[in-house]
């Protein structure tokens, strides 16, 4: 078992920049594929962006490439979502989660634990 705590969300501007982190207990989260993923109201969940057990491969959902860089720490358990250039359209709830797989997952499926997500609001 996996719990996973985001933080870091809040209120910035358009073009502005934030970082979430993700914070796991229960296990090493070294043994997890890690990803960022968010929800707007009235929208589906949509990927934002995945790490590899070992940080070395990831995978970003188009609509943040370029923006958006996901690390990881796996001695202190954290993963870490910069983001940069922040439009309005980022804004949602985003979550982490964690998947027992070992490369950089892009759906929703692949994950097993979730957090309760952290609110981003940008405004123009």
């Known amino acids: 078992q996996v719990q996973v705590v985001e933080s870091g969300g809040g209120l910035v501007q358009a073009g502005g920049s934030l970082r979430l982190s993700c914070a796991a207990s229960?296990?090493?989260?070294?043994?997890?594929?890690m990803g960022w993923f968010r929800q707007a109201p009235g929208k589906e969940r949509e990927f934002v962006a995945a790490?590899?057990?070992?940080?070395?491969?990831?995978y970003y959902g188009d609509s943040v490439k370029g923006r958006f860089t996901i690390s990881r720490d796996n001695d202190k358990n954290t993963v870490d979502l910069q983001m940069i250039s922040l439009k309005r359209e980022d804004t949602a709830v985003y979550y982490c989660?964690?998947?027992?797989?070992?490369?950089?997952?892009?759906?929703?499926?692949?994950?097993?634990?979730w957090g309760r997500g952290t609110q981003v609001t940008v405004s123009s």
């Open positions: 790490i590899s057990w070992s940080g070395s491969n990831t």
């Open positions: 989660a964690a998947s027992p797989r070992s490369g950089p997952q892009g759906s929703s499926y692949s994950y097993d634990y």
């Open positions: 229960g296990r090493t989260l070294s043994r997890y594929a």
